[in-house]
């Protein structure tokens, strides 16, 4: 089993400037994905960034250039900062690690205000 924790939401005005972390404990040993997924009111949840085990990282195309995902391997710790923060980046923001399976986090809400 892996346990996540998000930490970091809260709210925010647009262009501003917010950093999320992901704790995971338990079994953490060859987690091999770990990735930040949102999902807004009414829509789908939807990938944000991923980070593998070789260091490549991936980011939808909404949010390229402005959020970066990291990982502190030795804290078991991922993060997303995200800056110039535009409205619609509102959204529950879930942490997501692969370990022969998935597991998820309980969501921070991030609400980005116009």
């Known amino acids: 089993q892996v346990q996540l924790l998000e930490s970091g939401g809260g709210l925010v005005q647009a262009g501003g400037s917010l950093r999320l972390s992901c704790a995971a404990s338990?079994?953490?040993?060859?987690?091999?994905?770990m990735a930040w997924h949102r999902q807004a009111p009414g829509k789908q949840r939807e990938l944000v960034a991923t980070s593998t085990n070789d260091g490549s990282t991936n980011y939808a195309d909404s949010v390229k250039g402005r959020f970066t995902i990291a990982r502190d391997n030795a804290k078991n710790t991922v993060f997303l900062q995200m800056n110039s923060l535009k409205p619609e980046d509102t959204a529950v923001y879930y942490c997501?690690?692969?370990?022969?399976?998935?597991?998820w986090g309980q969501g921070t809400q991030v609400t980005v205000s116009s």
């Open positions: 338990g079994s953490i040993s060859s987690i091999t994905v």
């Open positions: 997501y690690a692969v370990r022969l399976y998935a597991y």
